[in-house]
Structures are given as structure tokens and as C-alpha cells.
Nanobody, 120 residues
């Protein structure tokens, strides 16, 4: 019903920046909450940032001041601008979208994940 395509991951040196994108398509009526999670090897998936339908972002403490989440409702896309990246930010990053479908039901969808590696 809904497909998500993530992009923007890669290898970056400490202190560098990356911008992740997650675009949704399908039977979408309206985007609800949109967020980014990450999972490092051997660790549980954790919330990075989330932005609600009223465009209010919330961040986990470990990215506050460095990462910025934003959304473009016209494009059904959520972004994560990541600055001042550190090796501990290395993980697979997943987008999570809560979506009102055209059937007026609420669906929850995950992206395929994109690898972010911070290393010199």
C-alpha cells in the first residue's frame, strides 16, 4: 500500500555531514508522524528524531543540536540533516512513517534502512 525509499547514507569523516531522505508513495491520504531510528551492530534500534503532523520536532539527547529533522508534506518526504557526525553515530538509519491511507485507516511503515559510517 505504501512504499518508502531511503537515500543519502554513506561514509563520512568525523565532523562531517550527511542528509538522509525518505520518500513515501502509494495510497496516502495524509502523512502523520514521521521519524528516524538507528541501529548499531549489537545494539537495539533507538529513536533519533521524530516530527509530528504539526511540524514540531523532538530529538534524542545524543543528537540534539547536531541533527535536524524536517518534512515536506507535498512530497511525502522526511529528511534528517546530520552535522558534526561522530564515530558513535555509525549505524543503519531507518525512517518510520505513520500514514493516513486513502481508506482512512492508519498505517505504520519502515524504510529499508541506509548505512551511515563515520570513520577517518
Amino acid at each position: 500500500q505504501v512504499q518508502l525509499v531511503e537515500s543519502g547514507g554513506g561514509l563520512v569523516q568525523p565532523g562531517g555531514s550527511l542528509r538522509l531522505s525518505c520518500a513515501a508513495s502509494g495510497n496516502i491520504f495524509r502523512m502523520n508522524t514521521m521519524g528516524w531510528y538507528r541501529q548499531a551492530p549489537g545494539k537495539q534500534r533507538e529513536l533519533v528524531a521524530v516530527i509530528g503532523s504539526e511540524d514540531r520536532p523532538n530529538y534524542s539527547y545524543f543528537v540534539k543540536g547536531r541533527f535536524t529533522i524536517s518534512r515536506d508534506n507535498a512530497k511525502n518526504t522526511v529528511y534528517l540533516q546530520m552535522n558534526s557526525l561522530q564515530p558513535e553515530d555509525t549505524a543503519v538509519y531507518y525512517c518510520n512513517l505513520n500514514v493516513w491511507l486513502v481508506s482512512r485507516t492508519l498505517g505504520d511503515y519502515w524504510g529499508q534502512g541506509t548505512q551511515v559510517t563515520v570513520s577517518s
